[in-house]
């Protein structure tokens, strides 16, 4: 819709008018926004929204309008973002709102989308970002403490609030305005950590509702997680499930602005999973039980670029197995199954918001929910909460089949138009495909000092914190000192070697004896902290002794996590004739970074700043190495990975756009991994996880706008030491797409579902294949109508198999984009071993 013109005041006659000329669901000049006790009330019309999480710096400005785009094609309404406080205020009063935090562009592209947006300002936004969002400096402003009543801090969140209300003000971007906004957020999951806080936590809570509510937006504010947000501040819910949730006020909506969909991952750990049919009944639930606003975070959760990654250890990667995938593909089945959930659900929007309903009693754990209407309206929907039982269930004198952790909808009360655990969305496999050949890299090499390079920062006689020295700055802090070995001790002539003893906050640390790696240690899951022993080698004489100590992410979260420190803080070695030796308080000389970072040799222009080796064998497995070489881009248009697999640990640049911290750690295999997920059953982070004893990111993102069509600059700084001659690209591409359809699960086409007509609704048991990128189906691999058995990519025929069913399935779908094979007389032998429920199983190669 067009950009308003300042109509902030504009009489109810004209809204009414505006409604009618412009305001089909989408939003229009100067949306009044308000909120009763059932929803979000936009224009006088209640609403039930579908919102979804994309975080603009986690994508590229090229990957939005297509991000965006999917998300509306899969039944949502709403984007919902956080604001990113230091990626826009790089130092006091300088900002920054360029590139992937282009906050202004990003909100456009969701109002010519039609959308609406939900804007979290925080500004501490967790959110597995670097310092959960808030600028680092912020901690080095004297007598500052973060999110408590401390006077500095909430006049540097009132500043940066206000600037960023001012800012969207200016673009005409809040709905009373005629821009998308309909939400904003205040503070994040406070009431969470609020008692550890003690006394400045409650006046600060409501001091920053106070402060929101004084920036008179014209739109409601949120606060999730916040058990007491005074009125007219709503309170939110953010979990696995949020049917029990309750406002503090019967006058305040039931809202979920978190429903995690996925999980995070961290560097060594495993890969977890969500199923769709738990994903779906969460939501189904939620809004059988009185909700009308849920968000999906992350609906794409995107990359980590640079050192945004909060930590320790979170990824580069933030998939989140999101409905979306990193790379901006649709996931499937998930995001179709998303689709056609919001589809039935919003047949219910009506009778839904404008009736109270009747809880039904269907058996111990299961139960219905029924809005009825006088005029005879009427929806319902219908619940087992059964973990591991199927019911058939009868509603209304008819009989429903509801497996265990299941809900219905039935959007007039009699059809089933979804059931959370029926999923008919096709699927397919996604995958990392390099070219045969890739010619092999002419790489130019810097190998950077193990210690001290040029002038020392500073020297002080004992260890300091990291994160206190370097700011942020960097990852990197070397700690260096030296030991003179007398030429008698025991182990010079062959007696064991000394043992070197570490402790640490974290987050990573490599240790070096005169130029030489002689270990690597570093925390584990959420826990920086670390010690270590390794036996190390020391000569007569002069010793240097040099640590690489750096941070892998800096925490995003938890009570007073600001003052969580990092860097060594315990050096001994053992095994002199005098015993041990306590290096702590030795004199320790400084460098903050490295030589590289310090002379830019990432960019183009700092390039020629170190002079670089040209060779076509360079080193492996040589630590502190940059590599630098020149690439073409992979060929056509899909996604592009960076494949890291052979390489150890450190940055990545392309064209000096920074790709992030790679670490191709391995999960241990001694974790538990289920390939088969049990859906049924409340769901945790760690229930349904892949990747057991393989690398938790072997590919990391490089988005296709990053390239030219020639002359690209691959940088790579190496820390520990790697292959770089097994550095490849890799193109993210769908090699197949599946479905399956059962005789048992007829169901309704949403697209042609009438309200009015509802009396006899032909479900028929359909299979749908749909190519993405309007691609057209190439070959049938598989397809049998019958009992096959198996999941996408390794299905197998049962003992029951219609020989003619790949003719079948090749006659509708070959060179198709799309297509519906019915499981009817007329397509298959429906005689075929009667008695026994068939159905069919396809998977087919688009091009
Ligand atoms: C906005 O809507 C509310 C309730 O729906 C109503 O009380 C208020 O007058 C409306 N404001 C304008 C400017 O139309
Ligand atoms: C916040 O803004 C006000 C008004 O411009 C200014 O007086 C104050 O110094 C600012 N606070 C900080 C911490 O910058
Ligand atoms: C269910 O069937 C009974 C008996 O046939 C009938 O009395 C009742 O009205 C029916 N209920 C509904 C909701 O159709
Ligand atoms: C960082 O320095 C500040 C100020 O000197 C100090 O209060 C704080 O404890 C230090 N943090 C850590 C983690 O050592
Ligand atoms: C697919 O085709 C439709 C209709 O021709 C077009 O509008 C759409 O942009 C195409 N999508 C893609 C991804 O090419
Ligand atoms: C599909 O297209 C190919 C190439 O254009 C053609 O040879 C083939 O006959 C087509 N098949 C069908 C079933 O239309």
Excluded at 351 to 365: A, C, I
Aim: proline fraction near 6%; charge should be negative; include cysteine.
């Amino acid at each position: 819709m067009g950009e308003g013109k300042g109509n902030v005041f504009v009489s109810k006659a004209c809204l009414f008018l505006l409604f009618f000329c412009c305001c089909f669901s989408v939003p229009c000049l100067g949306a009044n926004v308000t909120y009763d006790h059932r929803s979000l009330i936009i224009d006088g019309q209640r609403k039930l929204l579908i919102s979804a999480s994309i975080h603009y710096p986690r994508s590229v400005p090229g990957m939005w309008p297509g991000l965006i785009q999917t998300a509306k094609e899969g039944g949502v309404d709403v984007i919902e973002t956080y604001v990113f406080w230091n990626g826009h205020e790089l130092s006091p009063g300088n900002y920054y709102f360029g590139g992937r935090f282009n906050l202004v562009e990003f909100v456009k592209i969701v109002q010519r989308a039609g959308m609406y947006l939900i804007l979290r300002i925080g500004p501490f936004v967790a959110a597995e970002w670097n310092f959960g969002g808030i600028p680092v400096w912020l901690h080095y402003v004297p007598g500052i403490v973060f999110r408590t009543d401390n006077e500095p801090f909430k006049s540097h969140m009132q500043n940066f609030t206000t600037f960023i209300v001012n800012m969207m003000k200016q673009e005409k971007f809040f709905a009373p305005q005629g821009g998308p906004i309909i939400l904003a957020q205040i503070e994040n999951e406070y009431g969470d950590i609020e008692t550890v806080y003690g006394d400045g936590a409650k006046p600060y809570a409501m001091w920053a509702a106070r402060m929101a509510v004084s920036q008179n937006i014209g739109v409601p504010w949120i606060m999730c997680q916040q058990y007491d947000a005074p009125d007219p501040v709503i309170n939110t819910c953010n979990s696995f499930y949020c049917d029990q949730f309750t406002p503090n006020s019967v006058n305040k909506p039931k809202f979920w602005t978190e429903n995690w969909p996925g999980w995070f991952k961290t560097f060594g750990g495993r890969d977890p999973h969500r199923p769709p049919e738990d994903v779906a009944y969460a939501v189904a639930r939620f809004f059988q039980k009185g909700g009308s606003l849920q968000n999906y975070y992350m609906y794409h959760g995107g990359t980590n670029f640079d050192r945004t990654s909060g930590g320790p250890f979170i990824t580069t990667s933030y998939d989140y197995d999101a409905p979306i995938d990193e790379y901006g593909l649709a996931r499937l089945p998930k995001w179709g199954h998303l689709k056609e959930l919001h589809k039935a659900i919003k047949l219910c929007e009506h009778v839904l918001l404008h009736n109270e309903p009747t809880l039904l009693s269907l058996g111990p754990l299961q139960e219905a929910n029924v809005y009825a209407d006088p005029s005879g309206e009427c929806a319902a929907f219908l619940a087992n909460m059964d973990e591991e039982n199927d019911k058939i269930i009868n509603f209304r004198n008819m009989s429903y089949d509801l497996p265990a952790w299941s809900v219905s909808v039935l959007p007039d009360c009699k059809n089933e138009a979804f059931n959370t655990a029926k999923v008919r969305s096709q699927s397919s496999i996604v995958e990392m495909v390099s070219e045969d050949f890739q010619p092999n890299l002419q790489w130019d090499v810097f190998v950077e000092k193990a210690g001290i390079w040029g002038e020392a920062d500073f020297i002080k006689s004992k260890l300091v914190d990291h994160i206190n020295t370097t700011k942020d700055t960097t990852d990197y802090l070397w700690y260096t000192t030296s030991l003179d070995v007398d030429e008698n001790e025991e182990f010079l002539k062959g007696g064991s070697r000394p043992i070197l003893i570490v402790d640490s906050k974290g987050h990573a640390v490599y240790a070096f004896v005169n130029q030489e790696l002689q270990v690597s240690a570093s925390g584990n899951g959420m826990d920086s902290t670390f010690k270590f022993e390794s036996p190390i080698s020391l000569r007569a004489g002069k010793n240097e002794i040099a640590f690489l100590s750096m941070t892998v992410g800096l925490q995003n979260g938890g009570p007073f996590y600001e003052w969580v420190g990092a860097g060594l803080t315990n050096v001994k070695i053992e095994g002199f004739k005098d015993g041990t030796i306590d290096l702590s308080s030795n004199s320790w000389i400084y460098k903050i970074g490295l030589e590289g970072e310090h002379q830019n040799i990432y960019k183009e222009n700092g390039m020629n700043n170190v002079k670089w080796v040209s060779t076509s064998k360079p080193p492996k497995n040589q630590p502190l190495t940059w590599y630098k070489a020149v690439v073409d881009p992979p060929p056509g248009d899909e996604p592009v990975g960076l494949d890291m697999i052979r390489m150890g640990k450190g940055l990545a640049w392309l064209n000096g756009e920074a790709i992030g911290r790679y670490w191709p750690r391995s999960s241990s295999i001694h974790d538990e991994c289920t390939q088969q997920c049990n859906y049924r059953g409340q769901f945790k982070p760690n229930k349904c996880s892949t990747g057991c004893g393989e690398p938790t990111q072997r590919w990391y993102h490089v988005p296709r706008s990053w390239f030219r069509p020639s002359g690209n600059i691959l940088v790579i700084f190496e820390e520990k030491g790697g292959n770089p001659n097994k550095i490849k690209f890799s193109r993210r591409l769908v090699t197949s797409i599946c479905a399956t359809a059962s005789e048992n699960y007829p169901f309704v086409d949403l697209e042609s579902w009438h309200k009015d007509t509802t009396e006899n609704i032909e479900a028929k048991a359909t299979l749908h294949l749909r190519c993405p990128n309007n691609g057209s189906i190439s070959s049938v691999k598989f397809a049998s109508f019958g009992t096959p058995s198996g999941t996408c990519g390794s299905y197998s025929k049962g003992d029951c198999h219609d020989p003619t069913s790949a003719t079948v399935v090749e006659r509708i779908c070959l060179n198709k984009t799309d297509c519906a094979i019915e499981l009817s007389e007329e397509n298959f032998n429906k005689d075929l071993c009667l008695g026994l429920t068939k159905k069919l199983a396809v998977e087919a190669v688009c091009h």
